[in-house]
């Protein structure tokens, strides 16, 4: 079957057409957000590994080498079992610096703008063979459909398309950490579109070339010479030399870097990828020796990389080959999208930059990237396009793509340098790569620039025949070993400097975050205006915004750390822009750091704690173990029963335990890194004064809080900076205050409440002598009084002789008081009953309106009768006498006393409530003591409540007192249940 | 960490030593080496598992 070139174009024009519709369906979000989350779209996005090499060449690689095929699979299977060790601490750098290419590792790495030069430069080389590779393979596809030499304007066509589309794609928008989900989508949709069209040629070849996996077995059975071509060369091959370069380019191409890396959205889905991608590769590859021996059979006369279409056409089906043609257009279209929107990136930010320097003031940075992006892009194809022409006639299709894979995999020492090699530096990196560089290019690329016939006479091919290798084995363990040799060499006779030496414990994850002295600016407002000279002030302003949401900053920001963290955040932005080596430059430069005002070393051991937190489950080993210790420590300090605040000598809090979160009802998210005077009130000047204090001691602090007054006893002490501190610059002795609150208000209450007992027995003792000195006399003057009653008729005497008698009756009710007060405690004279509390009220009650004939008052009981209570019953009456008397006395004629009694589980509740004059505090708070009263003198001892304090307490029962003048007064006494 | 080097050194064992030599026998099935690739991918998730949960 023919078709025809025309037709051929405007299917490819039509498929690119569609796969943007989905690039820009999933940037509007008109499709579901999850699916571009998905780790499946993740994995089928990574098939741009298998490029027109893989869909066509593979094949033809099967025939002239049989399963050396799997060898570039193989090999990035070892990589894949590596994710944790390899990719996944690389994904760890990329995400946390905003790295986006290769180059930008390197340039971070080494902090070397000529390690990201060179990076570069190589990229260019190495991967321009295997775009013009994609190139030929899509015009040399068409040949083979259309049978007739493929017009020009059909490859010059096609890398128009891809460049219009490759800006389409990834170059419409600055997107901010150069993620693009419609990207990602098309690119996952183009491998399922090169997966399904070799699965239905596997399944033309099984079932519509061998009728079936049957006659698939018998047609081996009957050609054992088929599977001897496929084992044999294999056995003998380069295999593992093409194991290593598979290893290598599995990751370090830029496309690969790119998807794995730079787009990666979830690093979870990166872990699934590890099985999840090599089992795609699987599947693809499955249909590799099946077409390959459907070829044969048939007797193809297309060439063995082109035997996909070839079987594709068998099928008689328009439509299929059109299909398997666009499955080709897929791998293609897709290596070349990634790969030129890697390197324009890397060439823009690597290259470019450094050559000519940002735009400046007048124009806007990001339309300036944009164009350059593009351009370097139009450029990168069209370079493609122009290898193609000077090619067009060399080489298979494979060979082209191994020559990059050996060129990419020149920068293993420099991944292996950098995560596992703190001791490795930017010269040795460099000698390295260009040693290794150098070698590639002379037995390699030398070759393919001069004449076939010149080639056989030159020096490079007659190496690897001297050494008796095979081409590819020779390349590869030459140039690594030349690399290796010079970056281990070099780095070991020479020094890194003293930024190289903080990037190397960075990327070997032996330090999780530098430690800057302060900025010099004093607001967050100045930061747009002092970076608008380097990247105009559009995209400065954008920049020092963009930064602010990230950390969820006020927009007018003081504080030295809060300013250190946005200056960090905008140079890690600038770097997914720029690039880390320029970003830091531009940040360096614009936004210097004060070097003689460092940050106290508190707040560096704050921050190194914060990073230790979130990164502790990557610790390993000896720092794994010190983690541990550090994590016992701090948790002794969460667990102390007293109230822990550490002050850096700035007065930023840098340690709140959970006791102070308790004490002071501030959470330690609140008080952590907050400025101790913007505590809430009265905390924040409360710890001030402790930290400002001379005292290193104070036995007893007052604080009024929210719920009454509270006492606190505070320790203090100066922290002194430890000796030794690796990565902490510290420049003073002090580096804070601790300050230690322990709260006394209990103890307090305890010891007043022990004053007040110890008072009041001393007071019993005294009043105990008082009424057995006065009692003796006053019995004495009564009895002669009586005496003389009986003795006289003399009226007027009679009436002296009753007032003698009143008032010695009075003295004695006096004694009498006095006693029983100085008895109070003598618990074993209690005589306990149970009895209903109702009706020792009721008597209580009637009592007091007996004793106060003149006086209507309203008292409302409201008490179950069931309600029992165990105690001296004749005491707890006495109580209820005392309290509703200084009820009645305080109310006026017809007031209302309420007596509420109820139990609950913690006892038994009695209220007892009068709207009468109430009391002042100062009345109030001392009504338990003796002697004190509001009747005036002669109408009450002031013994009355402090008798009934003195029996609720040996009832182990509780009273309290609630007063205010004008109000009335309300008192509460609990007493246990009935046992 | 000590099953990803185990399957690591179990794949360097089988895809890069002499047994190579045995699995690209011609009188094997021709599916084999698939096979041995397909138990390897099977081992990646296991070899994982603890780290993809922490």
Redesign the interface.
Known sequence: MILSAPGLFLSSLLYLFLLFLVAYATEKRWIPPWLPRHPAVYILSLGVYATTWSFYGSVGYADSNGFMFLAVYLGLTFAFILTPVLLSPILRLVREYQLTSLADLFAFRFRSQTAGVLVTIFMLAGTLPYLSLQIRAVTESASVLTQQFAPQYLSLGFCTLIVLFTILFGARHIAPREKHEGLVVAIALESLVKLLALILVAGIAVFGVFGGFGGLADWLDAHPEALEAMTTPAREGPWVSVLILAFAASFLLPRQFHMLFTENISPGALIKAAWGFPLFLLILNLAIPVILWAAVKQNLGTVPDYHVLGIAQQSGSAAVTIFVFLGGVSAASAMIIVSTLALAGMTVNHLILPTTGTPGTGMNLYRWLLWGRRIIIAVLVFAGYGFFLAFERSSHLVQLGLISFVAVAQFLPGIAGTLFWPGANRNGFIAGLAGGGLTWFIVLILPLLIDTSAAGSSAAPALWELAGQNKWTFSTLASLSVNAGLFVLVSVLTHQSSSEREAAALCAQELLTPYRSRVRLASSREFAPALAGALGTQTAEYEVRRAQRDLKMREEETEPRALGRLRERIERNLSGLIGPYFARDVVELRLPIDRENKAPAAEQMRLMEDRLEVSRSRLRGLAAQLDTMRRYHRQILEELPVGVCSVSSTGMVTTWNRVMEHLSGISKNTALDSQITELTQPWGGFLEQCIDSEQSHIHKQVLEVEDGTRWFGMYKTEMRSPRTAPYVEIDSESIGTTVLLQDLTEIHQLESQLAHSERLASIGRFASGVAHEIGNPVTGIACLAQNLESETSDPEIYSDIQGILEQTSRINNIVQTLVNFSRRGEVDLLQKHRFGLRHCLEEAEELVRLSRPGKTMDVVIDCSHDLDIEGDRQRLCQVFVNILSNGYDASNSGGIIQILADQDAAGIQVKLRDYGHGMADEISERIFEPFVTTKQPGEGSGLGMALTYGIIRDHDGHIEVDSAPDVGTEVRITLPLPA | ?ER?FL??GI?VLV??SPI??WW???SLP??L??LI??I???L??W??HR??K?
């Open positions: 960490m990803i399957i690591f794949c895809l890069l190579t030599a690209l026998t011609p021709w599916y080496p698939f690739w397909f390897i991918i099977l990646i998730p070899a994982h780290i993809e922490r």
